[in-house]
């Protein structure tokens, strides 16, 4: 009987480690700058853009973002996007998932494993587009 008790306390640690660990995921910045800039509104969104999209219009990269974890990949890019509206980003260029491009949101569907151990690394660029 003991045995079985020690078994569930140690899967009940488990259990909770790993929901700990999922919560725990937060965005980096990396400014590249010492502009201060307003945040976005809340239903601001911000676009992922895709090789070529900007051609023709004029932008600065402010910063880079950076999260590292175990949870869902469409998640943490989200909240990748929600950083970067509170640090006053246009838009996201050069996502990466464990060192691999990904050209749309769609596309990080290849990395959205049913393991819930595995770790993504997920960085990305934050624009702001130049006003006329």
Do not use: A, W
């Amino acid at each position: 009987m003991n045995k079985i008790i020690r078994k569930l306390k140690g899967l009940l640690l488990l259990l909770i480690s790993v929901m700990v660990l999922n919560g725990c995921v937060v965005p980096q910045y990396i400014s590249y700058d010492e502009v201060v800039r307003d945040s976005k509104s809340e239903d601001y969104f911000v676009r992922i853009y895709e090789d070529g999209e900007l051609e023709g219009l004029d932008y600065n990269i402010i910063g880079e973002v950076v999260i590292s974890g175990s949870d869902n990949v469409v998640k943490m890019i989200e909240l990748i996007r929600k950083k970067s509206k509170e640090i006053g980003g246009d838009g996201i260029i050069d996502l990466e998932v464990n060192g691999n491009s990904v050209s749309s949101v769609s596309g990080v569907n290849g990395f959205v494993s049913p393991i819930v151990y595995d770790t993504f690394f997920i960085k990305c660029k934050v624009i702001v587009l130049k006003q006329d």
